[in-house]
Nanobody
């Protein structure tokens, strides 16, 4: 089993930045596909970004150019650097992981979430 714990959320003004971090358990961290998702109030969960076992990344159009996902296999962490934040980025952010290395659209493991609030 893989356990995931997010941190780094908080309140920030529009245009500001936050860096989220997700710490994972497991000896197989380096082979995991790792993603970030978010759920805004009254909305469905949506995909934000993903990073593969070999470092490939993909982003939702809504965050492309503003957010950067990265991983540190030595620390068993995956981060989400969020710049130029907008009020519509307000959501609970979740990290997720799966043992599959390709074609991952559903994830086996989820963190508890961390709140990000962007004020106008």
């Amino acid at each position: 089993q893989v356990q995931l714990v997010e941190s780094g959320g908080g309140l920030v003004q529009a245009g500001g930045s936050l860096r989220l971090s997700c710490a994972a358990s497991g000896r197989t961290f380096s082979t995991l596909t790792l993603g970030w998702f978010r759920r805004a109030p009254g909305k469905e969960r949506e995909f934000v970004a993903v990073i593969s076992w070999n470092g490939g990344t993909y982003y939702a159009d809504s965050v492309k150019g503003r957010f950067t996902i990265s991983r540190d296999n030595a620390k068993n962490t995956v981060d989400l650097q969020m710049n130029s934040l907008k009020p519509e980025d307000t959501a609970v952010y979740y990290c997720a992981a799966d043992h599959r290395r390709t074609g991952v659209y559903e994830y086996a493991y989820w963190g508890q979430g961390t709140q990000v609030t962007v004020s106008s």
